[in-house]
């Protein structure tokens, strides 16, 4: 599922699908082809709409990463249920084999495997993933026996139920994707599982409470960055060690200070005294001497320039931020945007 446009992390997705933004050197989507290839999948279908020909210019047929990629595009939004469905066209399988359903923003540290291994035992029509949050009223919280057997969902209360909630991997019966009405827009939230549950069908919540991130804001989006480049995410695209990611042809200056899971892109610089904590430098970016990120996105060749102070701030492809701003609390800056010297401050002192 990747055809979301990503408006939340925007101004990083006006150029780029929110699936394919550089996450600890490789596109996110690439950490969840390399989990279900983990997990013994070898053919995915990639339900698609915005931007759509992007995602065949990254991953191409899937050999790469030992994997056959199809591609179908949505025309109009179908929903979470609809798209499923349009995609369903391209399943081979037969009605009654288990069908993975991921959603492309998710960094999830669940053993898929098992979930698999779970639903094809149960003979449920669909096995969820449910993880485990300290405070469930803004997800929708899902119930279980002790068996797993779902009782009900029950969507963003002040008091849930349960601390279970849905995680968004799903293994469907085909036949319950065949279910699902074509051709209009579908909630599997709202229509597609209630409907199951009042039909009589059995769906099951694999629970497990390993590492889980809903990658669709700027911080969490850094957070999930910098988790793998860490280690407390773990993904076979990535192979933690020193707490920092240079990717290639980046320059960093020996007096520079880049720590905190910082990823830098290829042919992104670090200028000499500049420091740089918990971050995401898109290719070509460069921070000049002096200047201080940190848990910031700083986008495909933008420019902070001398002694700037971005802190939790994202800035746009090409953008530059001039010397002696300070940028702060989730200020974004749009693409191409020039902003001169100290035009934005937080505090007094210049």
């Known amino acids: 599922m990747v055809g979301g446009k990503g408006t939340r992390l925007r101004p990083l997705t006006i150029s780029t699908p929110k699936p394919l933004l550089p996450t600890a050197g490789v596109p996110l989507l690439e950490h969840l082809l390399r989990k279900a290839r983990a997990a013994g999948i070898r053919r995915i279908v990639f339900a698609t709409s915005y931007r759509a020909s992007m995602f065949t210019e990254a991953f191409g047929d899937g050999s790469r990463l030992g994997l056959e990629l199809v591609y179908v595009t949505e025309d109009q939004p179908l929903g979470t249920a609809g798209a499923i469905r349009n ?3 391209e399943l081979t399988c037969d009605a009654d084999s288990p069908v993975v ?13 098992a979930q698999i291994m779970m639903h094809e035992k149960s003979g449920a029509a669909v096995t969820m993933h449910l993880t485990l949050v ?3 009223r803004r997800y929708g919280a899902v119930p279980t026996t002790s068996e797993g057997k779902v009782i009900e969902f029950v969507e963003k209360s002040p008091k849930p139920p349960t601390n279970q909630v849905n995680a968004g991997c799903y293994v469907f019966r085909r036949s319950a994707i065949e279910a699902i009405p074509e051709g209009r827009v579908v909630s599997v939230e709202y229509e597609t599982f209630p409907g199951l549950l009042a039909a009589g069908e059995t769906i099951m919540g694999y629970v497990e409470g390993a590492y889980w991130l809903d990658v669709g804001t700027p911080s969490t989006f850094v957070q999930g960055s910098c988790d793998l480049v860490l280690g407390r995410m773990t993904s076979p695209a990535v192979t933690p060690g020193g707490g920092v990611l240079f990717l290639n042809g980046s320059v960093v200056a020996p007096e520079a200070a880049v720590s905190g899971g910082t990823a830098v892109g290829a042919g992104a610089v670090v200028e000499s005294g500049a420091t740089v904590e918990s971050s995401v430098l898109f290719d070509g970016a460069v921070v000049e001497q002096g200047a201080r990120v940190s848990r910031s996105v700083i986008g495909r060749g933008a420019r902070i320039c001398a002694g700037a102070v971005l802190d939790e701030t994202v800035i746009g492809d090409g953008a530059m931020v001039g010397a002696g701003n300070e940028l702060r609390g989730g200020l974004r800056l749009w693409p191409g945007t020039q902003l001169p010297p ?8 210049v």
Do not use: Q, Y
């Open 101 to 113: 359903v991921l959603n492309g923003d998710i960094l999830s540290g669940h053993d898929l495997a």
């Open 134 to 136: 300290n405070d469930a």
């Open 87 to 89: 995609a369903a066209r």
């Open 342 to 349: 100290t035009a934005v401050r937080f505090s007094s002192d």
